[in-house]
Nanobody, 129 residues
Framework: QVQVVESGGTAVQPGGALTLSCTVS????????IGWFRQAPGKEREAVAC????????RYVDSVKGRFVISRDNAKLTAYLQMSSLEPSDTAVYYC??????????????????????WGQGTQVTVSS
């Protein structure tokens, strides 16, 4: 069983920056795609960003494009979400997810929650004055 643990969420002012971390308990992180999702109170869970197992072709939803950066350090079994120019609408519980991705398996939509096998517990990000 693979465990996913997010950390780094906190309260921050509008315009501020924050980096979230996601550790995955596996032998080799390069066999997993990573996605970040978020859910605000009263709203449905939505995708934020994803990155495949080889680190290529990171994807972002339009609302965070140019402000958020997803990255991974496979040697540390860790992925990151760097957030800047934060807005109140970014307030949500942020979830990290890991999807088993075999080599040469690059035709999947990793912005779709159904693709993921393991999920973290979530970390709260609150953007407010």
């Amino acid at each position: 069983q693979v465990q996913v643990v997010e950390s780094g969420g906190t309260a921050v002012q509008p315009g501020g920056a924050l980096t979230l971390s996601c550790t995955v308990s596996t032998v080799s992180l390069d066999t997993y795609a990573i996605g970040w999702f978020r859910q605000a109170p009263g709203k449905e869970r939505e995708a934020v960003a994803c990155i495949p197992n080889n680190g290529a072709s990171a994807r972002y939803v339009d609302s965070v494009k140019g402000r958020f950066v997803i990255s991974r350090d496979n040697a540390k079994l860790t992925a990151y979400l760097q957030m800047s120019s934060l807005e109140p609408s970014d307030t949500a519980v942020y979830y990290c997810a890991a999807a088993v991705q075999y080599h040469s398996d690059y035709n999947r939509d990793f912005l779709a929650a159904r693709e993921y096998d393991y999920w973290g517990q979530g970390t709260q990000v609150t953007v407010s004055s």
